[in-house]
């Protein structure tokens, strides 16, 4: 009995499709990979197994958003969008700057003053080398030593410090 022609290229097609799509596999490692372009021993030897009825979803990278927009794509206000594209333009109006740079100036003398609280703490506990020995340090001379060469390195690291905030209030208008 002959087969008839429509239900014999529903076949051929049907055949056709099974070839045309290969195996995904998916393989082990960082990153994992999925993959349809392995052989089927070249997977085997890769550790990939493979993937069957799960539909793929292939899905591209964002693309990166041009200069002066936000994250969701709106453009940025005035000032912020000339700042930030860098050009010419960039500049920040001159009374936020002078606020800017108050606000920066209050912070680094907060930050000086108690630094040099800080260093006259510890020098008064230093005394010049001859601080007081606490009570576990009468028996045990190597823990007043230690103490003692931690406030020199604490004392130096505080002037250190001063001088470094100094340097950054110097530079303020």
Same mark, same amino acid.
């Given at each position: 009995? &002959?087969? =008839? /022609?429509? $239900?014999?290229?529903?076949?051929?097609? !049907?055949?056709?499709?099974?070839?045309?799509?290969? #195996?995904?596999?998916?393989?082990?490692?960082?990153?994992?990979?999925?993959?349809?372009?392995?052989?089927?021993?070249?997977?085997?030897?890769?550790?990939?197994?493979?993937?069957?009825?799960?539909?793929?979803?292939?899905?591209?990278? &964002?693309? =990166? /958003?041009? $200069?002066?927009?936000?994250?969701?794509? !709106?453009?940025?206000?005035?000032?912020?969008?000339? #700042?930030?594209?860098?050009?010419?333009?960039?500049?920040?109006?001159?009374?936020?700057?002078?606020?800017?740079?108050?606000?920066?100036?209050?912070?680094?003398?907060?930050?000086?003053?108690?630094?040099?609280?800080?260093?006259?703490?510890?020098?008064?506990?230093? $005394?010049?080398?001859?601080?007081?020995?606490?009570?576990?340090?009468?028996?045990?001379?190597?823990?007043?030593?230690?103490?003692?060469?931690?406030?020199?390195?604490?004392?130096?690291?505080?002037?250190?410090?001063?001088?470094?905030?100094?340097?950054?209030?110097?530079?303020?208008?």
């Amino acid at each position: 009995m &002959p087969i =008839p /022609r429509t $239900a014999l290229t529903t076949i051929l097609l !049907a055949a056709t499709a099974a070839t045309a799509q290969a #195996a995904v596999y998916r393989c082990p490692g960082p990153p994992v990979l999925y993959t349809d372009a392995l052989s089927a021993k070249e997977a085997q030897d890769k550790g990939c197994r493979t993937i069957e009825g799960t539909p793929i979803t292939v899905m591209s990278a &964002p693309r =990166p /958003r041009p $200069a002066g927009s936000a994250p969701n794509g !709106a453009p940025l206000n005035g000032g912020e969008a000339r #700042a930030s594209a860098g050009g010419a333009d960039a500049r920040i109006d001159p009374q936020q700057q002078r606020q800017r740079d108050n606000e920066r100036r209050r912070v680094l003398e907060t930050e000086l003053r108690e630094a040099e609280a800080r260093l006259a703490t510890a020098q008064a506990e230093y $005394a010049g080398g001859s601080g007081e020995k606490r009570g576990d340090e009468s028996r045990n001379y190597q823990k007043y030593l230690d103490r003692m060469a931690e406030l020199k390195a604490s004392i130096n690291r505080q002037e250190t410090d001063i001088q470094a905030l100094k340097r950054e209030i110097s530079k303020l208008p």
